[in-house]
């Protein structure tokens, strides 16, 4: 079991940059692929990034890439999000999420452990 905690989240202009944290509780962080997902108003929630256990291996949306970048810190407990050139069309609901399969994961349905989300609003 894993508790997931996101923070970051804000208001920022078109072009700014935010850099969202997902805290996870228990000893054993490093177990657990992460992924990152957003959910906008009257839209199905979506895919943004995720991470393998190492971090060795990365994937990204390709509405991010080379927009957005994913890391984390095993020493930490914690995943993070690095969103550069932000546009309106990345306002969402952010969440991250956690799965023991191995490796970087895109499908939402191998995900046991989510977050509660944080909100993330692009102003034109």
């Known amino acids: 079991q894993v508790q997931l905690v996101e923070s970051g989240g804000g208001l920022v202009q078109a072009g700014g940059s935010l850099r969202l944290s997902c805290a996870a509780s228990?000893?054993?962080?490093?177990?657990?692929?992460m992924g990152w997902f957003r959910q906008a108003p009257g839209k199905e929630r979506e895919f943004v990034t995720a991470?393998?256990?190492?971090?060795?291996?990365?994937t990204y949306a390709d509405s991010v890439k080379g927009r957005f970048t994913i890391s984390r810190d095993n020493a930490k407990n914690t995943v993070y999000l690095q969103m550069n050139s932000l546009k309106p069309e990345d306002t969402a609901v952010y969440y991250c999420?956690?799965?023991?399969?191995?490796?970087?994961?895109?499908?939402?349905?191998?995900?046991?452990?989510w977050g509660q989300g944080t909100q993330v609003t692009v102003s034109s």
């Open positions: 999420a956690a799965t023991a399969v191995i490796g970087a994961i895109v499908s939402a349905g191998r995900y046991p452990y």
């Open positions: 228990g000893r054993t962080f490093s177990r657990y692929g």
């Open positions: 991470i393998s256990q190492s971090g060795g291996s990365v």
